[in-house]
């Protein structure tokens, strides 16, 4: 079954007939983890990097890095048995905007955060596809813990 997961959406399957798809990360990061012990694979599409409001973590929780990326790891390992040290992490996505008046920086400050979170959570990268001017569709198979990548790039 493939299923496909939105902005600030995350899903996790022990179906080896899954594939787990999000499409369209510009700014936005993706970050999948996959188990090959226990062939679970997970993908969270974080939005920004930390919400503005304790409103904001309750209603969408995943969209934000900052309380997405435990949630995520943590529900890995708590409801499929995952260890963390088992875990292969990857991430993508963190476009610049070609925009020159770009004051905000959101692809690069999505990035940071996710690179302290994952530190913080003593999780190392695997393999990083972040920044550069293009938005990337991503594919995790839960069977083989593989990766499929499209680029397009962001025109405005």
């Known amino acids: 079954m493939n299923r496909i997961i939105g902005i ?3 899903t996790i399957s022990n179906d080896i007939n899954d ?3 999000t ?5 936005c990061v993706g970050i999948t983890a996959y188990s090959a012990v226990r062939r679970v694979g997970g993908l969270i599409h974080i939005a920004l990097p930390n919400p503005s409001s304790i409103e904001e973590i309750d209603a969408r929780r995943c969209f934000y890095a900052s309380t997405g990326i435990p949630f995520f790891i943590k529900r890995m390992c708590q409801e ?3 260890s963390k040290g088992e875990l292969i992490i990857n991430i993508f996505g ?9 004051a905000f920086y959101v ?5 940071e955060m996710t690179n302290k979170i994952l530190n913080e959570l003593n999780l190392k990268i695997h393999f990083s596809e972040t920044g550069g001017n293009v938005s990337r569709t991503v594919e995790l198979d839960v069977a083989t813990g593989e990766i499929n990548i499209w680029h397009q790039n962001i025109i405005i």
């Open 23 to 27: 499409f369209a990360l510009a700014s």
């Open 94 to 102: 963190g476009a610049n905007s070609i925009m020159k008046s770009d």
């Open 80 to 82: 499929y048995g995952c």
């Open 8 to 10: 600030g959406e995350m």
């Open 107 to 111: 692809g690069r400050r999505n990035i």
């Open 19 to 21: 594939t787990i798809k």
